[in-house]
């Protein structure tokens, strides 16, 4: 069986965006990491127009669920340079 050229292309073009897929998420990472995240398992990234939770300091937010005295999910919110939206790191712990 021959693979047709489509096809091929789009394998390549999946590869491509794999590779950059985890260079940004490594950069994120260590930027979540450099601020607070070290002890938490980050689980994405995002962009989004309204933050949601309760406001904490320097106009960032922060919407947490407890499971327990010391397990929960939460997304925190940071207010983008020059922009009214919100960067959003999910996390867990």
């Known amino acids: 069986m021959k693979v047709p ?3 091929a292309e789009k394998a390549n073009e999946y590869e491509m965006f794999r590779k950059k897929t985890g ?3 490594a950069e994120l990472i260590a930027w979540a990491n450099e601020n607070g995240f070290e002890d938490f398992c980050v689980e994405g990234f995002g962009v989004a127009q309204e933050p949601v939770g309760e406001e904490q ?3 960032e937010y922060c919407d947490q669920t407890m ?3 010391d397990t929960g999910y939460g997304t925190y919110y940071y207010p983008i340079e020059g922009s009214t939206q919100y960067m959003w790191v999910g996390y867990s712990f």
Request: a negative charge.
């Open 57 to 59: 300091i320097d106009g």
């Open 5 to 7: 050229k489509e096809i």
């Open 23 to 25: 260079q940004l998420g």
């Open 67 to 69: 499971y327990g005295e």
